[in-house]
């Protein structure tokens, strides 16, 4: 079954600095890839996310990028600020399956 | 706003004692999923129904059990819970299976006594 690793499990920055957190997949069949915020006490919300026939997605200071060949996944998140510190996750959807990585821990430092 | 909601917020039960959490949905979505979620893990699926078509997750307990009785609820029946059943459970919902954007509730918080 599909597999999802996710690097840094905690993650700091200064307010202002872009931040970067990467995921790699194993199943090549895999065709649905989102971003999940999730802050204390609350469900996740997705945040942005990108279909395999797509290299490269931007909403405002977010972005993702697909590797497809190289089976990677990487958010972005330039100019940070305080709230955007929380637990991202991202994903790895086939079908019905939906893999989650195992969590970022985000925090921006004012 | 169309959106899915979790009833209660937080739940605290006695240990061996039936529990019951409740989700609704407004976007008429055919899928509706039950995730539990423990402390700095990720979601971990349970079972998802696409309309009325159960699904279990391998291993998922037979002590949790869930009921769709129309499109828009389902339930999560947790038979004899313990203390290892304390977590957050959250149901989310997607139009369909292929590539389907999945919108969470704000999820449940369960305590064992």
């Known amino acids: 079954g599909e597999n999802v690793e996710q690097h840094p499990s905690t993650l700091s920055v200064q307010e202002g600095d872009s931040a970067v957190i990467k995921c790699t997949y194993s199943d090549s069949a895999s065709n649905y890839f989102p971003w999940y915020k999730q802050e204390l006490g609350k469900g996740p919300q997705l945040i942005i996310d990108i279909r395999s026939n797509v290299g490269e997605k931007k909403d405002q200071r977010i972005a993702v990028t697909l590797n497809k060949t190289a089976k990677h996944f990487s958010l972005h998140i330039t100019e940070t600020q305080p709230e955007d510190s929380a637990v991202y996750f991202c994903?790895?959807?086939?079908?019905?399956?939906?893999?989650f990585g195992k969590g970022t821990k985000l925090t921006v430092n004012p | 706003d169309a959106m899915v909601i979790q009833n209660p917020r937080y739940q605290v039960t006695q240990f061996g004692k039936p529990v019951t959490l409740s989700c609704s949905q407004t976007l008429n979505h055919n899928v509706m999923y039950w995730y539990q979620q423990k402390s700095s893990q990720a979601p971990k699926l349970l079972f998802h129904?696409?309309?009325?078509?159960?699904?279990n997750e391998a291993d998922t307990p037979d002590n949790f059990q869930s009921r769709r009785p129309n499109t828009s609820f389902c339930f999560l029946d947790i038979r004899s819970p313990g203390l290892g059943d304390a977590a957050m459970y959250l149901c989310?919902?997607?139009?369909?299976?292929?590539?389907?954007?999945?919108?969470f509730g704000s999820g449940t918080r369960l305590t064992v006594v």
């Open positions: 129904y696409y309309d009325k078509d159960f699904n």
């Open positions: 989310a919902t997607s139009r369909d299976y292929s590539g389907g954007v999945r919108t």
């Open positions: 994903a790895a959807s086939i079908a019905e399956k939906l893999v």
